[in-house]
């Protein structure tokens, strides 16, 4: 049997399952508070999103160094 990442990280205890609109609006609203006012960050969530099972935490994370590397090449 084979299984995905995602799959051994929620096995193993370490994902959740968790809806991941929440988590980009919150980023986006924090996106926005670091940009210049003159620059608007307005991004586009699908409203049927399925949910994620694996780590939010790293999920987080991961999002926020793409935002931060964008930012700082924008």
């Known amino acids: 049997m084979t ?15 968790f809806q991941v609109g929440p988590l980009l609006e919150n980023l986006a609203l924090t996106a926005q508070s670091l940009l210049r006012r003159a620059v608007v960050f ?10 994620l099972v694996t780590d939010q935490d790293k999920v ?6 793409l935002l931060s590397n964008a930012f700082i090449h924008f």
């Not at 995905?4 to 370490?14: D, E, L, Q």
């Not at 307005?42 to 949910?51: N, R, T």
């Not at 987080?60 to 160094?65: V, Y």
Request: net charge positive; aromatic share 0%.
């Open 60 to 65: 987080k994370q991961i999002l926020l160094n």
């Open 3 to 17: 299984m995905t990442r995602a799959a051994v990280s929620s096995a193993n205890g370490a994902g959740s399952r």
């Open 42 to 51: 307005q991004p586009a969530i699908a409203p049927d999103l399925p949910p």
